[in-house]
Antibody, heavy 121, light 106 residues
Framework: QVQLVESGGGVVQPGRSLRLSCAAS????????MHWVRQAPGKGLVWVAV????????YYADSVKGRFTISRDNSKNTLYLQMNSMRVEDTAVYYC??????????????WGQGTRVTVSS | DIQMTQSPSSLSASVGDRVTITCQAS??????LNWYQQKPGKAPKLLIY???NLETGVPSRFSGSGSGTDFTVTISSLQPEDTATYYC?????????FGPGTKVDI
């Protein structure tokens, strides 16, 4: 069955960096677009970024553009989110989500359990 | 960006009740609309995609309808396990955006 397991969360100071990983199994990882979605404490869901199946096309929310980088290693079935220049408002649970389609489709049919990121001095 | 709104923001109903949640987009999104269910402390789960298609494994008491700017998800007979927050999400354009959520209590 499809499994997505995020890791890499933790507590980080403002201005510092963190890299999240999402290990995928149970499906052909290299055939699907992948997303990061975050949820601040007690708040709703916010889409962060998407990467196409081949890693060529990437799109970001304005709030993270220029600071976050989404990438993937299809040989390792792993999705990444490099977060730089982090801000207090980046504090959230970060979910990776599989897309139903190859590109930046937008139907999130499987989700990981999430990894918590806290940005605080 | 396309803004998504939902109503009500929360509701309380009884087991067996028919419950309807509405979602409105700030512009025409055709049928590019999904619904998710999120239980406390858990990841969201896809319920309905393309506005009206039931995801595999989702109970048939859930249904979705709408197109353009106005959408609904209906639970025909509310069950205790349906206690959750429900989110709509558009994928007509980037950035993908979610509604603020509707919390359903029993």
């Amino acid at each position: 069955q499809v499994q997505l397991v995020e890791s890499g969360g933790g507590v980080v100071q403002p201005g510092r960096s963190l890299r999240l990983s999402c290990a995928a199994s149970g499906f052909t990882f290299s055939s699907y677009g992948m997303h990061w979605v975050r949820q601040a404490p007690g708040k709703g869901l916010v889409w962060v970024a998407v990467i196409s199946y081949d890693g060529i096309d990437k799109y970001y929310a304005d709030s993270v553009k220029g600071r976050f980088t989404i990438s993937r290693d299809n040989s390792k079935n792993t999705l990444y989110l490099q977060m730089n220049s982090m801000r207090v408002e980046d504090t959230a649970v970060y979910y990776c989500a599989k897309d139903r389609r190859r590109a930046a489709g937008g139907i999130f049919d499987y989700w990981g359990q999430g990894t918590r990121v806290t940005v605080s001095s | 960006d396309i803004q998504m709104t939902q109503s009500p923001s929360s509701l309380s109903a009884s087991v067996g009740d028919r419950v309807t949640i509405t979602c409105q987009a700030s512009q025409d999104i055709r049928n590019y609309l999904n619904w998710y269910q999120q239980k406390p402390g858990k990841a969201p789960k896809l319920l309905i995609y393309d506005a009206s298609n039931l995801e595999t494994g989702v109970p048939s008491r859930f249904s979705g309808s709408g197109s353009g700017t106005d959408f609904t998800v209906t639970i025909s007979s509310l069950q205790p396990e349906d206690t959750a927050t429900y989110y709509c999400q558009q994928f007509e354009s980037l950035p993908r955006t979610f509604g603020p959520g509707t919390k359903v209590d029993i």
